[in-house]
């Protein structure tokens, strides 16, 4: 057993380590916020990162037109050619760097990209760095592939960015990678270019998730690639093109990687679903135009709700510059926001998920999703107001 991580057991099998897998608390969350709906109560979702409004027409008329073609069959375990090109022109068109389709591996959703990135860059007590607060998924996909997560803070006060000096004192022979992600789940943080330099510089390969690139209220979007080929980057279509359901993914990583990941997918997943890939297509295709008009509406609702944050006192100490999330900062009303989580769900009828999903540097806050109308917003913000105000420290569950 590791002293300093003493929930983790490198000598466990895998059903004793599925054990310790941490229930994913925004989905328990949500679910009871149903159960609640299903008993004809008023429930306000501002707990999952969900985009707002449906798949765009285009994307689905292409997948259509594939089933019709009867493109159903498998493809290629990287991807059909067609979309994995289309994904290089992307990244060429945004970040000016070129990459070759053959570096490219199209999954079914990014988590299933993550998979594969841990299954191969980590061994088993293997180490790898990640911001906390992180993705709450992170250390149960690395933990999984019995390797050891290794959460660095990151502050409110620094806008929750992860800085090179800090991870320095982390650094060891275990530590075979550093993950990040810009802009970030659960905080919003954005990277800017001398702070993803800095860390291409530290010498552990950097693992990029980058599915919230295209929802960026700053300068542009950064990719990873831009500073360093000893990368693997994540990304998928979910939030930026609003195909959460459609599970379309892909990595691209260093070419020496690659075959072994292909071997993984080909056992694993085969591939990813043939007339989806159609749709990713599409997806890839949309002009800058009209995802500044989608992401024109995040904007006006991250700025409402900051500015109604404030007015509570609990809005975190910089504005997020990405992402459709924001952190509140609850301490003074509670130290478990779990509970503090169900009572406002309870209580108020709003969901939102406790920060302790996110790791032991969130606890302490909510997080608040504004990817949803704004008529919702504004109503869920109204409720959790009258909560604050009305709150009693002595029915704390915590």
Known sequence: MNGRYPDLD???GYPERIAQIKPFLAMEILEKAQQLESQGN?????ELGE???ETPAAIKEAAVNALHNNDTCYTHSLGKMELREEIAAYHKRLYGIDISPEQIIVTSGSSAAMLLAFSVLLDAGDRIIIPDPYYACYPNFIRYVRAEPVPVPVREEDAFKLKAHKVKKYLGPEVKGILINSPANPTGAVLGETELQELAELGPCIVSDEVYHGINYGNRDRSIMEFTDQ????????KRNIM???RLGYLIAPVDMVRKMQKLQQNLFICACNFIQSAGIAALQET???????FSDYNERRI???RALQKMDIAPARLPDGAFYMMANVK??????????LRILEEAGVAVTPGIDFGAGAEGYIRISYACSMENLKEGLSRLEKFLNNFDPGNDFG
């Open 244 to 246: 959460t359901g459609w």
């Open 332 to 341: 003074r009303y509670t130290s478990d926001s779990y509970s503090f989580a």
């Open 10 to 12: 490198q000598n466990l």
């Open 304 to 306: 409402y709700l900051y």
């Open 42 to 46: 008023s429930v306000i979702h501002l």
């Open 231 to 238: 990368a693997i980057v994540i990304n998928g279509f979910s």
């Open 51 to 53: 985009p707002g409004g």
């Open 288 to 294: 800058p135009e009209v995802l500044e008009k989608r």
